[in-house]
């Protein structure tokens, strides 16, 4: 039964689609648009099932039944998954991303599918996915997470390394960059940034990630959580036990408000960078904030002019308001600056997202595409361009509820082209207003304009009319836009992401348990478990570690598929950084990753309930429990475990890896904060895995739905829920 319990689990983790036909590259001088699906079903979220789904006893839960399935709008029933928003304001669905390329006239050309066992995006959280290219041309990048497809709650989620036990959400997910070169090679590096919340934007210049996004999902502000919002810098391959690297400071305190002409008094640490949008320019980092009510809505520039940040000077630099540009309280305004484009020193175009207010929408004076001109050392708004965006006014949507029609509001990323004529075309795309749950999953739209660069007349300007080239179908939602990259390198080539298979955001791998490689092309196309006896070559495939201690050892393989190979870590690794390489087929992938002595982590199913079973001891008779169940519409959901009598015992037993060599006695497991008595914790039979026994304690009986937490040698696993009758 074991046996067959861990072969379910490893299929379940990585048994994956076939890998889709080779991508034939970017060619210069098109445009790619980010974009994500929603592949969720009634099955991803069953009505009535407990949100936020896993919410530790040190937070302010306020726990309560989703009120729909997890069903897109459609036709057929009033059933919306995002109305579950209005239930738990951590509510969110994980979903893929693909880059569409196109032509400059808005014509599809290919879309690249970005692996989603190595990255995802939030479906409803519109802040995310914008898309930058990288100065030299060589690379585009973006944020996501890595977590699996149709996963709940994780834009809120902490990150592994920065964790804040008054976070609802509750579990710990990294969020990480993509980074996509010109013939559409991959690599994603984790990072503990924007713990609690989203990150926005990544841009690769002068050998680092500068990221921008938000933090803080609990009551409190740890001084960690705060240090992992704003700006962040990333080194491209760092493994997931890399630290959050904080670029500048910046507090509202530091501004006058021009309504007293005294400074700004203090507001919540970290949500005055609130940051949504960057570009680099000139070698300058220029960012913007636009939502939230703390802080300042404007644009930024990040350090000294013509210096972009270093890992040396980065965490002193300045955040500054550039001059002419709006200071007051984010409370009060009427601007909500989202992305930006430099066409040259003295021209920058803004786009304005609008205020998200339905009602307000059409009246907005400030949200489309803002001109500043830099006059004697001063920005200065122009004019406005909102013609042809029809802010306001609702649009149809195919196979879409027309009590859900979404109106334009305003845009959020952009970018930009200078012709050769003294006109610049930039593209753009929509944000919008609706009566859906959440606005953020609306089916939006790119658009472009051509404005004269010279031109600083409002009439003129206000004059150019905006085209639509692109609309979202339903269950689609467009993100980034960005030109595609331009210049090949020899660095454009595939990088796996390293975890654990029952946890993709696992900060480490474990010596002696097991660890998963999710990428492309690692293996042939006949993949499969490789139980018995596990070998070190398979389908054309090996894997080998080179340890902190420059010692390089084979691994034994127990899954191979050309976007995921299973191995056990050699019992020997030397704990630190070390280097992973999967040889296949005449080619080789590398990547680093952090190996520990102890590295938790327990299997579940959709990151809710446990891969387990209980066992209750009755009166001698040993009665095996199920922990979950399927709904009608194959919705995990929790079955009530049944604790017995005064004098039964009941058992959770837990299945993961990364376990066992903390021993015994610095193993616990908690039930909504109650310590159960773990009654074993060690190596199971087949290799890498480990089994948890741990008797639930009686006093729990009635509880109902449980927050469940394993720890091991002090570090966290992924938590988990039960039900207890």
């Not at 209005?86 to 599918?113: C, K, M, R, Y």
């Amino acid at each position: 039964m074991i046996k067959n319990s861990l072969a379910a689990f490893l299929l379940c983790a990585l048994s994956l689609p076939a890998q889709p036909p080779a991508f034939p590259g970017f060619t210069p001088g098109n445009l790619v648009v980010s974009r994500s699906v929603y592949t969720g079903t009634a099955a991803t979220v069953a009505a009535g099932q407990p949100l936020p789904p896993v919410c530790p006893s040190t937070a302010a839960c306020k726990t309560k039944p989703a009120s729909d399935s997890g069903a897109y709008p459609s036709l057929a029933n009033s059933n919306n998954v995002f109305n579950n928003d209005n239930i738990d304001g951590n509510f969110s669905v994980t979903s893929p991303i693909f880059l569409d390329q196109i032509t400059p006239a808005g014509t599809l050309v290919n879309t690249l599918p970005i692996p989603s066992n190595m990255i995802v995006t939030s479906f409803s959280s519109k802040s995310e996915l914008a898309l930058n290219l990288s100065p030299d041309g060589t690379f585009l990048t973006f944020l996501g997470y890595t977590a699996p497809v149709n996963e709940l709650d994780v834009s809120n989620a902490n990150t592994p390394l920065v964790y804040d036990p008054t976070d609802p959400a509750g579990t710990s997910v990294f969020r990480a960059v993509g980074q996509i070169g010109m013939n559409g090679s991959i690599q994603v590096t984790p990072t503990n940034s924007f713990s609690g919340d989203n990150g926005r934007a990544a841009v690769l210049a002068n050998g680092f990630y500068y990221m921008v996004g938000n933090a803080n999902n609990g009551s409190g502000t740890p001084a960690n959580v705060i240090e992992s919002t704003g700006v962040q810098m990333a080194k491209p391959g760092q493994p997931g036990s890399t630290p959050p690297a904080q670029v500048g400071t910046f507090s509202i305190t530091q501004v006058i408000n021009p309504a007293t002409g005294a400074a700004y008094t203090a507001d919540k640490p970290g949500k005055d960078t609130n940051f949504r949008g960057l570009t680099v320019f000139n070698n300058t980092l220029y960012i913007t904030k636009g939502s939230g009510s703390n802080g300042i809505n404007t644009v930024y520039q990040v350090g000294n002019a013509g210096s972009l940040p270093t890992p040396g000077n980065a965490a002193t630099l300045p955040i500054t308001i550039l001059p002419g540009l709006p200071t007051n309280s984010a409370k009060t305004t009427t601007m909500f600056p989202f992305g930006i484009w430099f066409a040259n020193g003295n021209t920058l175009y803004v786009g304005d997202e609008g205020d998200g207010t339905a009602a307000d929408a059409a009246t907005s004076t400030t949200a489309g595409l803002q001109k500043w001109v830099l006059t004697q050392g001063t920005w200065k708004l122009v004019y406005t361009m909102q013609k042809g965006l029809n802010l306001g006014q609702a649009y149809a949507v195919p196979n879409y509820p027309t009590s859900l029609n979404p109106a334009t509001d305003g845009l959020r990323n952009i970018t930009g082209r200078i012709n050769g004529d003294g006109t610049v075309t930039i593209w753009a795309i929509t944000s919008t207003v609706s009566a859906n749950g959440d606005q953020g999953a609306d089916p939006n739209q790119l658009v472009s304009i051509t404005d004269t660069l010279a031109n600083t007349d409002p009439a003129a300007g206000t004059a150019q009319s905006f085209s639509i080239l692109r609309s979202a179908a339903a269950g689609e939602v467009l993100r980034g836009v960005a030109f595609a990259p331009n210049a090949a390198t020899s660095l454009s080539v595939n990088a796996p992401l390293i975890s654990s298979p029952a946890n993709p955001s696992s900060a480490a791998i474990a010596a002696g348990g097991l660890a998963v490689a999710n990428g492309v092309n690692l293996a042939g196309p006949n993949g499969e478990p490789l139980f018995g006896v596990y070998p070190t070559s398979a389908d054309g495939t090996s894997v080998s570690i080179l340890d902190a201690t420059s010692v390089l050892t084979p691994a034994q393989l127990y899954y191979t598929a050309p976007d995921a190979v299973g191995f056990i870590v050699p019992p020997n690794a030397a704990a630190g950084a070390a280097q992973v390489t999967i040889s296949a087929n005449g080619t080789t992938q590398k990547a680093n990753v952090q190996i520990a002595a102890v590295a938790p982590s327990v299997f579940t199913q959709n990151g809710v309930f446990p891969s387990a079973y209980a066992l209750r001891v009755s009166g001698g008779n040993q009665i095996v429990e199920s922990v979950f169940t399927t709904d009608k519409n194959g919705a995990y959901i929790a079955t009530p475990i049944n604790l017995g009598s005064g004098s039964d015992q009941t058992f959770l037993i837990l299945f993961g890896t990364g376990i066992r060599a903390a021993g015994i006695a610095n193993v616990s497991v908690t039930f909504n904060g109650v310590a159960g008595q773990v009654m074993y914790a060690g190596p199971q039979e087949t290799p890498g895995l480990d089994q948890v026994n741990v008797l639930i304690p009686a006093s729990l009986a009635g509880k109902g739905n449980v927050n469940v937490q394993l720890t091991a040698g002090g570090i966290a696993a992924n938590p988990f829920q039960v039900s207890i009758q």
